[in-house]
């Protein structure tokens, strides 16, 4: 019974905290939840649980530098996938991401969350962002 | 309240007690197909279930050194079905596998087999790069390539089905790990794409070791 008491009073709680919470902490909050599920039906099995990659064989999503500085071709990459050799974490990778075949919502959705976990702190990934992106890709 | 937790006692009892003890040890089930022969020695009648086991098979690993059934004896080895250019399962299964290979690399007897099912893409130096990229060396993990026929009729013998490309260009094919013993009969199947599954696979390996290192077994 106490313990229904304290969850009730927690819930009421994080009730409050959230009607507290900037327009904008919401809206980031509702990409990268809806993210998570994205990253756990489509990436997960690839990138990992906690984005720890797969030894030579799948790249982990932890180079916190690689993402930020190519921020603006990530919307194309988890579109149409990446084929090819690069090195990333100081390793050499030559691996196929297939496409995903996302729309522009959950991309932005998947970014947000990956952009946000295992380390990376990107912000929010817009919706309008990822438009703008996926009309340069090449 | 009280009274679930106490059926939910009974079951983990039953659970238990049905966990049959062997030494100590649980003794993995024999699955798969069996018949039985009534055999008169002596004047006396007895049956024998025979149990069926993996046939017969011949292939060829990363290294290009040709892999028979015998290459197997004396071994408990787990197989399963793959290709490299799976996206779906296979990188958790591979994941997942890597956990028994970390377990039993140093066992001496106790191997891996993945078979390809896409032969005409897996060729032996693709198989190796696959291997490669996982840190996999040595022969307790051989990834084999053979004809596609004998792999889908294989496939079979091991309980799970393989089915041709799909138009998405993907090779439908159930993630099982399957534990073979020394007598090449199935004693387990697990769930390849499922942690859980295959740490009970682990376990069930030191099982299935034990039942060897007693004199009582054959």
Redesign the interface.
């Known amino acids: 019974m106490k313990f229904k008491i304290i969850l009730f009073l927690g819930l009421v709680m994080l009730a409050i905290i959230s009607a507290c919470q900037s327009e904008s902490q919401l809206e980031f909050a509702r990409y990268y939840s809806a993210g998570s599920l994205v990253y756990q039906t489509k990436c997960q099995?690839?990138h990992?649980k906690n984005g720890e990659g797969?030894?030579?064989?799948?790249p982990p999503l932890t180079d916190t530098a690689y993402l930020k500085n190519n921020r603006k071709m990530l919307a194309c990459l988890v579109l149409n996938g990446l084929r090819g050799k690069y090195v990333l974490v100081g390793k050499p990778f030559e691996g196929?991401m297939?496409p995903s075949g996302l729309n522009q919502v959950d991309i932005a959705n998947v970014l947000t969350f990956v952009g946000n976990s295992f380390g990376n702190k990107m912000g929010t990934i817009s919706i309008e962002e990822v438009g703008n992106n996926l009309s340069n890709c090449k | 309240m009280k009274k679930l937790s106490l059926g939910k006692y009974g079951i983990l009892l039953l659970v238990l007690i049905s966990a049959c003890k062997f030494n100590g040890n649980r003794v993995l089930p024999i699955l798969g197909e069996r018949s039985t022969v009534t055999r008169v020695v002596d004047g006396k009648t007895s049956i024998d279930t025979i149990y069926k086991t993996i046939p017969a098979f011949k292939y060829i690993n990363q290294y290009g050194d040709s892999i028979s059934n015998k290459n197997l004896d004396g071994n408990i080895y787990v197989a399963d079905f793959f290709f490299t250019t799976c996206p779906s399962i296979c990188p958790v299964m591979a994941r997942n596998m890597l956990n028994v290979y970390n377990t039993y690399k140093s066992a001496g007897d106790v191997k891996i087999l993945s078979y390809t099912i896409d032969p005409q893409h897996d060729s032996v130096p693709i198989l190796k790069k696959y291997a490669d990229k996982l840190n996999v060396a040595g022969n307790m993990w051989w990834f084999l390539q053979g004809h596609k026929d004998q792999t889908y009729l294989l496939g079979k013998s091991y309980l799970v089905s393989i089915a041709e490309k799909n138009p998405a260009g993907e090779y439908i094919h159930d993630g099982y790990f399957i534990l073979v013993d020394k007598q090449k009969r199935i004693r387990g199947m697990y769930m390849g794409t499922k942690a859980e599954e295959v740490a009970k696979l682990i376990e069930d390996i030191k099982y299935l070791k034990a039942e060897y290192d007693t004199p009582a077994a054959k």
């Open positions: 099995n690839c990992g797969l030894l030579s064989m799948i196929n297939p």
